[in-house]
């Protein structure tokens, strides 16, 4: 008994000893958890019920070279509310007039707001849905409304901010203005002028401070941020917005007529390179109305990411070359032998059948002789054909232009002991085959013989603002400054003159006013399906006026419809190029010659006078901007000072700050235009 009375007593010495040993460990860790490792399950505690979320500032917006919005940030509200806050008698007493606000505001029936609220209160839902995408001047209004006028504390009212972005012109040159985004990897992407500077248009971000709630949702702890966003800079594009809808409509139509696959257009002004007009259209495939806009879009920048074979529009580098090097003259005659010329057993033809019998070098060019042209090129380089692509290389067609606009096509000529030369290749590149270009790259060569030798670099941004404050101007930028003498840009001007009066553009001559270029027509080396039916890519680059240019124009059309017999440069693209020229330079043209232009009149004298002394005193007060177009209200407001955002085209619908009210600088004022 003694025995088993000493065995029970070490059993319960034994289980003594490990609760004490367990007490200690409980007694170390809770120790170590509220001196060692408290702070950081303090830390970790808040961070699962109070966090701090991220306000996007708004971009910049963009602006055409006119001071029309391209593209715009929109303040977009979404109205949640806090059924808890509010305590029972101001629940009961305001819920009902809060359903009918909402009613005339939100079209939505009285019962139904009431009801949804009313259900809320009951499941004590803390982030019951009011409204979203709601206006800035929707969201002032119901910020007003009875309760949620009370504020978030005492109204329940929850308000989350977001921006949208808008293109207040619509889908013209949509894709050289661009975007910004968020792929589904979670990286940024983005294309056009939106991500090019997006480092200017993207202000800095603000934060604010929200505290979780039931089901995983978060609601704003106060009213104020922690850290106001602050909006970015406005990016002045070059883009005129008139050129620009002249360019879009004549590529459309063109492109509607011939049914063409896909087509673009850019203008340039020819002394500084800023990109007046760029349209890139492609056909819609699920689209059957031809007649509707829908018919084709812009999805790809063509004119800049688009590198092929350039066809005859490529001559003007073999004729620049030929008079550089002082091989030919342009009264240089050459045989067109029938119109066919065989090198290493391939046919060079020329479009013409039979040919053009002996021609010189400068009818040559006019008529865009490939047999003409090609025989130039050969006879004089065959030897040397390195003296030949050294001169292409160095016009820098050998390597893109490097702009900010990412996806530049990549050209590419063949350079001569490399895998990709062969005995076809000096001939072939002589008429615009075996090399690539984009058609920004041949629009900036013809722009350089246009502007008398100076090669400049295509630009799309003038300057970067704040407000009226100029934060970076960007000017012309020179990739050459001479591409050849001036002899050979005389001779060169003189020809491309005489493609529209008497070659291949003679369709387009009239007398009303002067152009100068080149056609083009490449066959496209490829099949669709697996068909056997050609491709042709047609088009006309020059510039006009042609005596004294000031602008410069490529216009390319991707596989118009064969069946119509007429896919040739001149009647495709050349069109186009017409009609642009035409409407910028002789729709109702001004003649009238002024009299007594500075003879004074004292009505005249007296009201501007008025006027003046009204202009200089200061106004701190809104003006109404109701029903003026939306370019002239925002001259006038941020003539004030004030910050504006703008909703719609057309003309001002409402003005979130009435007429009256007393402003200060940098005051925000909301339009809406319809």
């Known amino acids: ?49 109070v966090r701090n979320f991220v306000i996007p500032a708004n971009k910049g917006n963009i602006y055409s070279a006119d001071g029309s919005l391209l593209a715009t940030s929109i303040p977009n509200y979404e109205i949640r509310f806090d059924a808890v806050a509010p305590k029972a008698e101001a629940f009961e007493k305001n ?53 949620f006028n009370l504020g978030a504390y005492k109204g329940g009212i929850i308000t989350e901010q977001k921006t949208i972005r808008e293109h207040p012109i619509g889908k013209i040159a949509e894709r050289t203005i661009g975007y910004e985004r968020v792929t589904p990897n979670g990286s940024n992407d983005g294309k056009g002028i939106e991500w090019a500077f997006r480092k200017y248009l993207n202000g800095k971000d603000g934060k604010i401070l929200k505290q979780k709630i039931a089901k995983g949702q978060w609601k704003p702890i106060r009213d104020v941020n922690e850290v106001d966003p602050q909006d970015g800079y406005d990016v002045i594009s070059t883009i005129d917005v008139y050129i620009q809808d002249i360019a879009h409509h004549a590529l459309l139509k063109q492109l509607r007529q011939y049914n063409a696959d896909h087509g673009c257009v850019v203008v340039m002004e020819t002394k500084t390179g800023k990109i007046k007009a760029i349209s890139n259209l492609g056909k819609n495939p699920d689209s059957t109305n031809k007649a509707a806009d829908s018919t084709y879009f812009e999805t790809t920048n063509y004119a800049i990411a688009e590198s092929h074979e350039p066809g005859s529009t490529y001559k003007l580098a073999d004729l620049m070359t030929l008079l550089e090097d002082k091989k030919v003259d342009t009264s240089a005659v050459f045989d067109s032998q029938g119109g066919i010329i065989t090198y290493s057993g391939k046919k060079v033809r020329d479009s013409h059948e039979g040919g053009y019998g002996k021609i010189s070098l400068a009818r040559g060019f006019e008529v865009s002789s490939n047999t003409i042209m090609v025989q130039a090129v050969y006879n004089n380089y ?52 075996g090399v690539s270009i984009t058609p920004l790259q041949t629009l900036t060569f013809y722009n350089a013989v246009a502007n008398n030798g100076e090669m400049v670099k295509p630009q799309f941004v003038s300057e970067i603002k704040e407000w009226n404050k100029t934060i970076k101007k960007f000017n012309k930028e020179v990739i050459n400054p001479k591409v050849c003498s001036m002899e050979t840009i005389a001779k060169l001007k003189a020809v491309m003159k005489n493609v529209v009066k008497k070659g291949t553009g003679a369709k387009l001559y009239s007398k009303d006013f002067s152009m100068a270029g080149k056609t083009g027509t490449a066959q496209a080396n490829y099949a669709k399906n697996g068909g056997t039916e050609k491709h042709y890519i047609s088009s006309f680059v020059g510039y006009f006026p042609a005596d004294e240019p000031k602008y410069s124009c490529i216009v390319v059309v991707h596989e118009p419809n064969t069946s119509m017999n007429n896919y040739y440069g001149a009647d495709v693209a050349g069109p186009v190029f017409k009609r642009i020229a035409q409407k910028i330079f002789t729709d109702a043209p001004s003649m009238n010659e002024i009299k007594n232009l500075n003879k004074k009149s004292m009505i005249q004298e007296n009201s501007y006078a008025n006027y003046y002394t009204k202009a200089q005193a200061k106004q701190n007060t809104i003006p109404n901007v109701k029903g003026m177009s939306g370019m002239d209200a925002v001259a006038l407001l941020g003539n004030l000072g004030l910050n504006i955002k703008v909703k ?21 004022i909301i339009l809406e235009l319809s």
Request: proline share 6%; aromatic share 12%.
């Open 648 to 668: 719609g085209t057309g003309k001002v619908k409402s003005q979130s700050i009435q007429p009256g009210q007393i402003f200060s600088k940098n005051t925000i």
């Open 1 to 49: 008994m003694a025995v088993e009375d000493k065995h029970i007593s070490y059993r319960m010495y034994l289980v003594a000893f490990m609760m004490f040993i367990m007490a200690i460990a409980i007694t170390v860790k809770l120790t170590n958890i509220q001196w060692v490792e408290g702070d950081y399950y303090r830390k970790l505690a808040k961070e699962r019920t």
């Open 382 to 433: 065959k030897n040397d054909p390195a003296q030949f692509v050294n001169h292409l290389n160095g016009y820098g067609l050998n390597k893109p232009l490097g702009l900010p606009i990412k996806g530049e096509g990549i050209p590419f000529i063949p350079q001569p002991g490399t895998k990709r030369w062969s005995a076809i290749s000096l001939p072939w590149m002589a008429f615009g085959y």
């Open 95 to 147: 819920v009902k007039p809060l359903a009918d606000s909402l009613s005339i505001l939100l079209k939505k029936s009285s019962s139904e707001f009431q009801s949804g609220l009313r259900k809320a209160r009951a499941t004590k839902n803390r982030y019951f849905l009011v409204a979203r995408d709601l206006s800035y001047t929707e969201y002032m209004k119901i910020k007003s409304f009875p309760l």
